[in-house]
Every structure is written in C-alpha cells, then in structure tokens.
C-alpha cells in the first residue's frame, strides 16, 4: 500500500511575517518554559504577544515581566486579582477564564500559536486558533486524538497550518519535507521505552510514581512522562500520526529505541529509509515549528553519535505496557473511542499520582471505560464534550471500586 503526503496540515503559502507575533498557551508547563528560552534566543524573529497559565502565578508573572507580552491570561479566574496586582505598573492586560484564551488565540495580533497546553483542556483553545487560521505548532496532543477528523477538516476550511512539535511528528514532518508527492510505505515511530523499559511485570507491581517520573532521557511534565512509562504516550501519538500525516493505523509502526536519538523513520516506496536525529531536546522540534520551512543558526546542544556506544532497537512489548495495544484498538475502531482512551487515560494518571491505584492498574482503567461507554462511529464536538465527561466519571467510578 502506498500513501502519498497530501500536504492538508501544512504548506508554504500564508508564511507567518517576521518577527512572528506568537501566543504561548500553557507558557508556566515544561514545553511553555521550553518554547520560552527557545523564543528568547531569538529577540529579533519572535516576540510573545500573549501568555496563558492555568495556576502557576508566579511563574506566569516572572516570564509576563520578562517578555513583556500584550496580554496575559490566566485560565483559573481565582487568580486574575493576584495576577493584576503582580503586574501592576507595567502596560500588560489581563484577562481570566479559558473565554478569554480563546478570545486571544483569535487576536489580529497573533501570527502563531503555540499550543502546549497539557490534556483534554487544550482541545478548546485550538480550536479557536484554527478557526481564526493561525499557524499552530501543536504540542497538545489530545487535540488530535480527540478530534482528529474534526481539526482536520477546520483546517482545510481556515487555511490554518499546524506544523507538529512532538519530536516524533517533527521527526517525520522533516523527512517529508521536500518529499511532496513522493509515495510513502509506512512510518516507524521511535520510543525510548522509559524508565521500565527492562522491569519484570513482579517489579512493576510496586513502581511507585517518583520512579515512573525518572524519564532517562526526556525533560517532560508530569503527565507526558508516565504516559511515557506506560507507552500510551506512544499509543497516543500513533493516533496522533494518522491524523498529522494521513495514514492507515498498518502503515503507523513503533519501536523501542532506549537512547532517544533517532526521533522516527519514514519508509518511502521505492525502499529508501529517511530518519531524523538529534539529542533528545524538545527545544529543537520547538525551534523547527517556529522557523519552518527554514533553519536558524542556534547554540542548542549538538549530537556526537561518538558519545553513544551503540544505538538499540527491540519490538515493544506490548504485553506488558498494555496501553499501546489499547491506543491501537482505539484508533481502529475510530469515532469517539480515541476519546474515551484519553479521558479514561487522564482519569487514571492522576489516580496513579494520587497512590490511588497501582501502576499496572492503569490499562485496566482505560480498558473497563473503553469497553462500557457508549460508542460512537462519527461524533460532533458536543458529543465529545460528553463523551470525555462521562469516560471520566465511568474511569473513577471503576477507580474506586478498585479501592473497596
Ligand atoms: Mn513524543
């Protein structure tokens, strides 16, 4: 079978000015923090028009002080008073409530959003970009998994772009640039496997959430990062890829690659294998969604492949971490049930966060939930809307059975 890239998330016509006027949603979160040094590398090509946190005031008026944004936003309105005192004195406005993330996301000022909200809650906001046809480069990957068909759909009728962030998708974005028309085989998604990668399912019994927060290679947030140790990171950007890059689950592959350094492989049709690389460091996917299609000379760490004895590669397994099978299921089944994986997904990482339920309990949660919530071949937004809701509910409701 043969695919050829049909170029609906992006393309080079409607190139941001430079600078690049950008809204960093989620700004206070590891890839937000992350984007920010990327941005302060490069005063005269971005300059921060908005930033959104949700809770984390102090940093969000720490980095308000420093890039002297035109707005900020602060999703949770308890903090909007503290936040206005915090930056009285300087000519940044303020706003609270995730309406207003999404009213700033849609500003005429805005060329690019940068949308690194973490989970379900950033499906909203880019909605709003898309709509508003803003070049988003998505670090959010549940925005695709919920809704990968809607989004793609917005943005063909928006003329948005979405150029990815998650150095898997960058990786095959960047071996498909150039490559228009070219047909393509299949693509292969690396994982580094995580902290467990090697752990008896005994030993797994006991993992405790310091452990599964030790990422070996990665500098990720909380969430991302037992999802990682789970591999229903992987499960969700393989669904993820379906929808970037418009492939069947059968061309979408995942192997275990513990040291991090090839980020995914495209497999074209005439047997060539193209491949990115690169220390794993989420500021150059960053640095690549900003600039595309071009590169900027930077200072981020260089690869010296000599530091590396041997580069490994084994079959997931996938008996043990269950969530990819899940993921899988999920995508072919399509509809809603990516959506209700996630939910039941959110639900049970933080329960697992919480010492609610032990690590390997996880899968069974997003199992129980796929299984008994209500299945649907081709939901609208408000039916996700519910969907996500009553996944969780179901998700805790089993949690705390769990716990009797
Ligand atoms: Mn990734």
Known sequence: MHWTPKNIFYSDINMPAIPQRIALLGSTGSIGSQALDVISRFPDKFNVEVLTGWNNIDLLTSQARKFQPDSVVIGNVEHYQQLKENLQGTN????????????????????????????????????????????????????????????????????????????????????????????????????????????????????????????????????????????????????????????????????????????????????????????????????????????????????????YKSLTFAEPDVEKFRNLSLAYFALKKGGNMPCILNAANEIAVNAFLDEKISFLKMPDVVEYTMERSLFSPSPDLDFLEVTDREARIMASGFINKLRN
């Open 92 to 307: 940044i406005k303020v706003y609270a409530g995730s309406e207003a993330i999404e009213q700033v996301v849609s500003s005429s000022t805005v060329d690019v959003v940068i949308a690194s909200i973490v989970g379900y809650s950033g499906l909203r906001p880019t909605i709003a970009a898309i709509k508003a046809g803003k070049r988003i480069a998505l670090a959010n990957k549940e925005t695709l998994v919920v809704a990968g068909e809607i989004i793609g759909r917005l943005v063909k009728e928006s003329g948005s772009q979405i150029i990815p962030v998650d150095s898997e998708h960058s990786a095959i974005f960047q071996c498909l640039t150039g490559e228009t028309g070219n047909p393509v085989e299949k693509i292969t998604l690396t994982a580094s496997g995580g902290p467990f990668l090697n752990w008896s399912a005994e030993r797994l019994k006991n993992v405790k959430p310091g452990d599964a927060l030790k990422h070996p290679n990665w500098d990720m947030g909380c969430k991302v990062t037992i999802d990682s140790a789970s591999l229903m990171n992987k499960g969700l950007e393989v669904i993820e890829a379906k929808w970037l890059f418009d492939l069947t689950p059968e061309q979408i592959s995942v192997i275990v690659h513990p040291q991090s350094v090839i980020h995914s492989f495209v497999h074209f049709a005439d047997g060539s294998v193209k491949a990115q690389l690169g220390v794993p460091d989420m500021r150059v996917p960053i640095l690549y969604a900003l600039s595309y299609p071009d590169r900027l000379l930077s200072d981020l760490p260089r690869l010296n492949l000599a530091e």
